[in-house]
């Protein structure tokens, strides 16, 4: 599977973003799909995930309450919508996608991912 974020950019604190991450292939209902960042200077965490049906979310203590994560089958994209973002959510964001074989959660196991759309957060 192909993945293809958008939607990034240079927001204010307090402001609003949606990334969008569009993929490729005919199984897309079947992936498991997560959210990860990497900020500068230091290493990717994840940040938010969602299981092949979209009945199940999870969430980073960071981002718990501001950010949602949600799906589009048919249409084979993942958004992550992002509120009330503070400068210490600036950083590269990843789309990512692995089989529904394992645990939604087990963040290891996600094999496919995009380029990344870069959030920009000012103070």
């Known amino acids: 599977v192909q993945l293809v974020e958008s939607g990034g950019g240079l927001v204010q604190a307090g402001g609003s973003l949606r990334l969008s991450c569009a993929a490729s292939?005919?199984?897309?209902?079947?992936?498991?799909l997560a959210w990860f960042r990497q900020p500068p200077g230091k290493e990717r965490e994840s940040v938010a995930a969602?299981?092949?049906?979209?009945?199940?979310?999870n969430y980073a203590a960071s981002v718990k309450g501001r950010f949602t994560i949600s799906r589009d089958n048919a249409e084979s994209t993942v958004y992550l919508q992002m509120n009330s973002l503070k400068p210490e959510d600036m950083a590269v964001y990843y789309c990512?996608?692995?089989?529904?074989?394992?645990?939604?959660?087990?963040?290891?196991?996600?094999?496919?991912w995009g380029r990344g759309t870069q959030v920009t957060v000012s103070s």
């Open positions: 292939g005919r199984t897309f209902s079947r992936y498991d």
């Open positions: 990512a996608a692995k089989s529904s074989l394992y645990y939604y959660t087990d963040y290891d196991r996600y094999i496919y």
């Open positions: 969602i299981r092949w049906n979209g009945d199940t979310a």
